[in-house]
């Protein structure tokens, strides 16, 4: 029991010290393809990254499941790792934009090679003290990292008058500390329990109705989501606050998110998937904060943060207990490849109906929200009609 404390101990500090190295280097690149000379056309194209990374989720996942080797999961974890470790240090020799653009895709192929395997790692770990309160505070190290790396990043700039190269070398530092965190946790948990019993194998199908429903209403609830990008734009259109306040939105987001994640993680423990419906919900509330008002805009970053805390924890705790130990890497592909899709799609749509006027953005996300709230409560009770008929 120690011994899988410690691995899951060790596995938050991976996340810690990995996104110190992912965010310190997301914090700049925008600003370094200003500095050798790409467009804003170029820094958007880098998106394509995280469609990417959703693919690759689908594919390690479905890896995991093929093989249902542990030694094929742990080598998804530190092959994920090293490459974040070798592609942002390498930022600071790209001197073009394609190989910028290059580097960020191998990074988020990295991310999505990684994050299914080590979710399954995850879910079974924290089973002795809770899956939620352990997805908790695993998001939570996770945005210590998230605030601290930009921080990082900043004050390097700021001591060596704009040395971006020195940013990226020195942000691999924290990459090489995630490399050997998880390198001691494969040493130290080397067999998992959920390829231990290979079972039949099912395919897709074998994932069961209510995964799929689940899926469903995911899919509903990030449509109405809203991207980021969306909101940083609708802030700088409305003028309500000058251009360097705006990357504030986000920190408090980050706060909000780093501070809700144990809180609702330890819901989700006593009242399983119910605790999910406080993300919808909250983010109907939100629609009427999304006006010209810096106050309005300011509570909404809060909640979106809320909201992004219950994603990192609940949302994504609830793929494991909704399928067999054996199908969980299957599953955590489906549900990243769907996940990151429907974000996608999100965007445009909101980015769509924001040109229409404010009013559309709102009822998109109302009725996404709606939609999501229906889906879900209907998996409460079938799932809970099935558990008093296995009683």
Known sequence: MKKIVLVFILLG??????????EGATSVRGSYLYLIGASAIIAGILKIGEIINFLTR???????????SSKVLWVLVVLGYGINVIAIP????AKKWELVLALVVLERIGKGLRAPARDVILSEVTEGIGKGLGFGIHEFLDQVGAFTGPLIASLIL???SGNYEL??????IPGLIAIGLVLTSMMLYPSLKAVSSQGRRLGFRGLGNLFYTYVAGLVLMSLGFLSWDVF?????????????????????AMLADGLVAIPVGMMYDRIGFSSILIAPFALIASAYFLQPSAESLLIYAVIWGFVMGVFETNVRVAVSDLVEASRRSLAYGVFGLFYGLSLVLGGVAQGFTYMLGLQYLRALIIVSEIGSIIIMVYLIIYSRRIRVLDD
């Not at 500090?13 to 992912?22: H, K, N, P, Q, W």
């Not at 940013?167 to 691999?172: C, D, M, N």
């Open 13 to 22: 500090l991976v996340s810690l010290f990995a996104d110190i190295t992912y």
């Open 58 to 68: 689908f594919l390690s996942g479905l890896i995991g499941d093929y093989y249902r």
């Open 90 to 93: 390498l930022l600071a020799f």
């Open 158 to 160: 700021l001591n060596t």
């Open 167 to 172: 940013v990226f070398i020195i942000l691999g």
């Open 232 to 252: 940083s734009y609708s802030v700088k259109s409305s003028s309500v606050v000058s251009d360097e306040s705006i990357p504030l939105f986000y920190t408090v």
